[in-house]
């Protein structure tokens, strides 16, 4: 299974696969405005890849079935300050 891999211009971190290249058309038009012009990073086989990156690959496999695309962002970025205030006890939440 091969698919095409871009990055977000505008979303640090983000990529988009689709399952041809430059063919966005299966991608929702709010996604496409959120995510901003596609910058191509790489074509790659799925199914001669045993691990991707940060993404789950069977994740991947299936929102291209599924869908046409798949969209990775990072995982939200810990507050270590609530966390510590958590763990100190001075949590007012």
Known sequence: MLTAVYK?????DSFLFVEKRDDFTKVPEPLMAM???PKYVMLINLAKRAMLGTADLETVKAA????????QIPPPQENLLSQLRKENGADND
């Open 64 to 71: 291209l079935t599924e869908k046409g695309y798949y969209l």
């Open 35 to 37: 995510f901003g012009q």
């Open 8 to 12: 977000s211009k505008k979303k640090a």
